[in-house]
Structure formats: structure tokens, C-alpha cells
């Protein structure tokens, strides 16, 4: 389930421009520029519906202030972001310059084409159409991540307006969300745990404003988390609402993909109305702290003050190991005496079947024995297993 527990503009602030500005044509990669760096056509995705594959990234790309290695490329006009593939894939955790319900499987014209040259890694959906709306026309955009974490959508081919496209089979979407995943113990049984996804901040583009030759550009802000210290956390006036979490040598407003970790810590509590000295003064008290040493003390004969136990045995002591001798040995007899009873029991129901006390656990046994069904859950985008597709899949463009 997934619940939205703030929305505000404090990670990215954002601009549109139209076809008549020149920071349009700025931000557009061209694909075919060798100058930009080797492309790469994904031969599955290119030919696919409703597919998604991990790439790496050769940079560590900055999203609501958490580094990303790795992203997963979807059909569907969309980036996810998030460490695990599930079935709200569209839902929380994407880079979305234009979600929708596209089919590039439907032409060979379509393609899912992307570049990384080390500072930039651009994605681009060229000549993709939507499910069952074939005719309407064909849509080129592409996403561009920025080593800066500025992250840019531009927009060539859009052949109708985006108010006119349905939401039906799938989302339609175009901006950015983050979320944090909490688990917590189930109502319905105390073993079990619920996963709920929280989505913290969702910035929502526009959609009147996307059309041929416009882009959107996002400059991230600074959040709490780039800060390594009690003292930048804090005092720095490029924040606000920051807290700092001493055990976890973190600072945060406790709305990132590290919640659950806030959680578990009780940052909360520990960072109310504390202070960096105060911090410093614990460290100092836990670093000069040395445990007490223990000498020659076992379990079984505990030392009591102004007593010499180690070479004196009470009576007492005697008499308690000898019953603790008796209980072992009588748990012994006890465990051979039932090991002999289902042997027995085996030996009589495998020589008697047709008796009435074998057939009475049989039936027993297929009437109200425990059984165990499991059923696996489609997720609405099918993963792209790279390692095995990888060289036949792929296709590069470019000089070699």
C-alpha cells in the first residue's frame, strides 16, 4: 500500500520552456552527435511491451540526496529508481518525463536508445506509440540525469495533447517521486510483517505545457543528508528542519529512504532539544568508559562477596547435581520410550493398512493437516534479466 506523507518543492525546483526559447534546443541530446558520447540501442526493450531493464550508471547520480548506481529503464516512458522491483513499479520512485502506455514492439521505428559518456546519462524513447492508439501518431522524448543531479525532459514529437490519453490500462504521469518503504508487524498475524510505501514528495509537471520542442528542467537543492557533521546539520542555512541522529552519524528530517533506520534508532528521540555538545560530551563518556574485568567465574558457581567458592562445595550444590543427573537420565528414558511407541505404531500401520485405527490417522491426516499454498503475483512490468541478454540485446551506435 502507499500513502503520500508530503508534498512540498523543498528537494527541486523546476522550469518549462517552449518551442520559442533557446534553452530548449540547449537541452536537447542529440542521439546522433558522436560528440555526446557512444549510444546504445536496447534491442529488447526496443521490441518490447511493458518491459523493464537495470542499467548501471558509471556515476553516482544524486536523487532527493541519495546516490544511485543503478536505475531500471521501463517501455513505459519512465525511469524507476527504487532498489527492488514490485507491482507499484509506476506508482512511487520514478523519473518520469512522459508516462504512458507505450508499445515500441508495434514498429520497428520505435526504439529505447540511452548514453553515458560520465556526466550525463541520457535515456531516449524515439518513435514509440501508445497501446491501441497506434494511429494517433508517433512520440519522441528522452530523460537527461546530470552528474550535478539536475535532471532535464525534452520533448520533440508530441503528436496530440496529453489531457486526451487515458489512464485506464496505464498510469499517466510526467515528474518525479520518491518514497520509503516501513515494515511493520501485520494485524492479521503476529509473524507476519506489512511493507508499506510511503511517498514523501511527488513533483508534478504541467501536462498542458509538454508539447513539440518544449522541455523541463529540475535543479536539485541541498537536503540533510549531505551533511557529515553535528554541527553543519544543524547550523547551515542551505537547510531547514534537520535533525541529527548520533548513533546513526546521520543527518536528516526523517523523510528519506532511510526511514526505516530512523525508525529502528529512535532518532527522534534521541535528537530532541539535544545539542552538539551534548553529543560530544556522551562520545567522550562512552570512549573513556572500561568495562569491569570478570575472573575465573563460571555459570554453574556464581562468586558471592566475602566468599571463597572456588575451592569449597556445599552440600547444597551436591544434592542440586545430583538431581540434575537424575533429570537427564529420566528425559533420556523418556525420549527411547516414545522413539519405541512410533516405531511400533509404523511397524503396525505398515503390516495392518486396512485397520481402523491406520486408516483413522490417514483420513485424519489428509482432513485436517496444515497445508500450504503458494501463489506468485504477476508485477504489471516484466524485468529484463541482463546478464543473459545483454550482447544479443543490445546494439551500439556510433564509432567504435
Known amino acids: 500500500m502507499t500513502r503520500i506523507v508530503e508534498d512540498s518543492g523543498k528537494y527541486y525546483t523546476w522550469r518549462s520552456f517552449g518551442p520559442e526559447d533557446q534553452r530548449t534546443q540547449e537541452l536537447w541530446v542529440d542521439m546522433s552527435d558522436i560528440r555526446h558520447g557512444q549510444v546504445r540501442v536496447h534491442g529488447i526493450l526496443s521490441n518490447s511491451y511493458k518491459q523493464a531493464v537495470k542499467v548501471a550508471l558509471s556515476f553516482d547520480f544524486p536523487f532527493y540526496g541519495h546516490y544511485l548506481r543503478q536505475i531500471t529503464i521501463a517501455t513505459g516512458g519512465f525511469i524507476f529508481t527504487g532498489d527492488s522491483t514490485h507491482r507499484m513499479l509506476t506508482a512511487t520512485q520514478y523519473i518520469a518525463p512522459l508516462m504512458a502506455n507505450f ?11 540511452y548514453l553515458d559518456n560520465g556526466e550525463v ?16 501518431g508517433a512520440f519522441t522524448f528522452q530523460a537527461a540525469l546530470y552528474k550535478t543531479g539536475t535532471i532535464t525532459f525534452s520533448y520533440r514529437d508530441i503528436p496530440l495533447s496529453l489531457d486526451v490519453i487515458s489512464s485506464a490500462e496505464h498510469p499517466v504521469k510526467a515528474g518525479l517521486s520518491d518514497a520509503f518503504m516501513v515494515t511493520s508487524p501485520s494485524t492479521q498475524s ?20 509538454i508539447n513539440n520542442y518544449s522541455a523541463v528542467e529540475f535543479t536539485a537543492l541541498p537536503t540533510c543528508l549531505k551533511h557529515d557533521s553535528c554541527e553543519l546539520c544543524l547550523s547551515s542555512n542551505q537547510t531547514s528542519g534537520c535533525t541529527w541522529c548520533n548513533v546513526l552519524q546521520r543527518c536528516s528530517d526523517g523523510m528519506d529512504r532511510h526511514r526505516q533506520e530512523w525508525l529502528d534508532y529512535s532518532c527522534s528521540e534521541e535528537s530532541k532539544d539535544a545539542t552538539c555538545e551534548d553529543f560530544s560530551r556522551d562520545d567522550s563518556s562512552i570512549g573513556s568508559y572500561i568495562p569491569p574485568q570478570i575472573e575465573h567465574v563460571t555459570s554453574l558457581t556464581p562468586q558471592q562477596k566475602g566468599c571463597k567458592s572456588d575451592d569449597v562445595k556445599t552440600d547444597s550444590s551436591s544434592r542440586n547435581e545430583g538431581l540434575a ?25 505398515n503390516y495392518h493398512p486396512t485397520a481402523s485405527s491406520p486408516l483413522y490417522l490417514i483420513q485424519r491426516r489428509k482432513n485436517h493437516w496444515p497445508s500450504f499454498k503458494f501463489q506468485k503475483q504477476q508485477p504489471g512490468y516484466t524485468e529484463v534479466e541482463g546478464d543473459g541478454h545483454e550482447k544479443d540485446s543490445i546494439v551500439e551506435a556510433g564509432p567504435y
Not at 508499445?103 to 536508445?113: A, G, N, R
Not at 524515439?126 to 492508439?133: A, D, F, N, Y
Not at 537427564?328 to 511407541?341: F, K, N, Q, R, T
Open 103 to 113: 508499445d515500441p514492439s508495434f514498429s520497428k521505428e520505435s526504439t529505447v536508445q
Open 121 to 136: 546519462f541520457v535515456v531516449q524513447w524515439e518513435r514509440v506509440r501508445l497501446s491501441g492508439k497506434e494511429s494517433l
Open 190 to 209: 503476529p509473524d507476519a510483517r506489512r511493507r508499506t510505501i510511503y511517498e514523501y514528495h511527488r513533483a508534478v509537471i504541467d501536462t498542458t505545457k
Open 325 to 349: 543427573n537424575i533429570g537427564v537420565i529420566a528425559g533420556i528414558a523418556a525420549a527411547l520410550l516414545l522413539l519405541l511407541a512410533l516405531i511400533f505404531v509404523a511397524l503396525y500401520i
